[in-house]
């Protein structure tokens, strides 16, 4: 495995992007992370967001395209649905990588159609892959190659390998 970026890396952009969040959205936005991958990174988010001000209500949301394989079915299921009603709300779905699209595209559509106030998208990783979807988050942690398999940081080999505190490439 080669490690891509460390933790030290890590914490530091996690505080840069929740500045910049605290910035921009209004103070009681929806944080909506989606399982399982980016629980990790929605934490360490959420803690960083607080130290500049900001205490969105958190909500979660499941997605799933790969079902335990390396590589995305094509189809997304909707796993777990939110608790709390989404309309009228500034939402932010924060996913841990962006690599087909088809989850995130799913996601903000699902959220925007239920009446969402506006609805804006993080990820951790952006794989540089040509995405299914059309996309372009509104906060990017960091960029992988398009032939990297992530894990760390929430991110998994089939379940395993959640637990390393760094991106990892395998």
Known sequence: MR???DETAIANRIDEMAQAMANDLPKDFLLAPVLTGAFIF??????ALH???????VDFVQLSSYGGARSS???????????????GRHVLLVDDVLDTG??????KGMIADRGAAAVKTCVLVKKLTGHAEDLNPDYIGFEAGPDDFLVG??????GRQRGLPLIGAG
């Not at 130290?51 to 209500?57: F, T």
């Not at 088809?102 to 996601?107: A, K, P, Q, T, V």
């Open 3 to 5: 490690i891509l970026y």
């Open 42 to 47: 929605a934490a360490d988010l959420i803690r």
């Open 102 to 107: 088809r989850s995130l595209h799913f996601g």
């Open 73 to 87: 079915s094509g189809v997304v299921t909707l796993l777990k649905d939110f608790s709390v009603d989404v309309k």
């Open 153 to 158: 940081y929430g991110m998994d080999d089939d």
């Open 51 to 57: 130290r500049c001000g900001a205490d969105p209500l």
